[in-house]
C-alpha cells in the first residue's frame, strides 16, 4: 500500500531526481529537480513516456515549503516571465524564487536567499529586470542594478557557488559558478566579467 520516495541521477542533466514507486499499482514517477525532466513509467509501459527538462523554478513562501516545478516545453520567455510576476503578486509571503534554465541548469535567484525567510512581498521590478536579464540576457544589466559589492559563496550543491552583489544595504544572488573561483571583488566586476562567469558553468 502507498508508495515509497527515492533518490536517482536524472539522465539529462546529471543531476538529483526524485523517484516515486506506487507499490499499488507499480506506476513509477521521476522527476528531475535541477532540468525539470519527467519520466512516468505505467505497469504496463516498461519504458515509459519521457518528457525532456526545459528549467525549473524553485519559490518558497514564508513558513510554508518550497515547491518546484518543470518550466513547461515551447513556453515563450515572456511567458514565464508573466506567469512569474502573477504568481508573486498572489503570494503574499514569497521569500525565495529561483530559476534555473538551459543550457547550464544554475540555480540563479530572483529574490532571497537559500538561508533566510526574507524579504518579500512581491516582485518589485529590480527583481523583473533580473528575471529578463536570465531570459532574455543583456549586457546592460548592471548598469540598472548599480551593484557596490559582490562575493561568492558556497551552496550544498557541489559544483556550483552563489554570486551575491547589489547597492549597499541589500544583497543579490544573482549567479552560481564552478567550485575553485576566488572570491571575485567589486572592483574586478565588469560587466564582461560578469557575463563571462554567467556564461561558464
Ligand atoms: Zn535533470
Known amino acids: 500500500m502507498g508508495s515509497f520516495t527515492d533518490q536517482t ?7 538529483a531526481a526524485v523517484r516515486e514507486f506506487d507499490t499499488r499499482d507499480g506506476h513509477t514517477h521521476e522527476f528531475c529537480l535541477r532540468c525539470g525532466r519527467v519520466h512516468d513509467r505505467p505497469p504496463t509501459d516498461p519504458h515509459g513516456a519521457v518528457q525532456d527538462g526545459h528549467g525549473t523554478i524553485l519559490t518558497r ?4 515549503g518550497s515547491i518546484i516545478r518543470s518550466i ?6 515572456q511567458a514565464v516571465l508573466a506567469d512569474l510576476t502573477t504568481w508573486s503578486q498572489h503570494h503574499p509571503t514569497l521569500s525565495l524564487l529561483g530559476v534555473r534554465l ?9 529574490t532571497g536567499t537559500p538561508m533566510t525567510a526574507a524579504p518579500g512581498p512581491s516582485l518589485e521590478q529590480m527583481h523583473v529586470e533580473r528575471l529578463r536579464f536570465l531570459l532574455e ?3 546592460e544589466y548592471l548598469a540598472h542594478t548599480n551593484p557596490t559589492h559582490a562575493y561568492v559563496a558556497h551552496l550544498h550543491e557541489p559544483g556550483y557557488r552563489v554570486l551575491t552583489h547589489g547597492p549597499d544595504g541589500a544583497d543579490l544572488w544573482l549567479s552560481c559558478s564552478d567550485l575553485g573561483d576566488p572570491p571575485l571583488a567589486l572592483s574586478a566586476l565588469t560587466p564582461a566579467s560578469l557575463k563571462a562567469l554567467l556564461d561558464r558553468a
Open 9 to 15: 541521477t536524472c539522465p539529462q542533466c546529471r543531476g
Open 137 to 139: 540576457g543583456s549586457d
Open 72 to 77: 513547461t516545453p515551447g513556453l515563450s520567455r
Open 61 to 64: 513562501v514564508r513558513d510554508g
Open 102 to 110: 538551459p543550457p547550464a541548469y544554475r540555480l540563479e535567484f530572483i
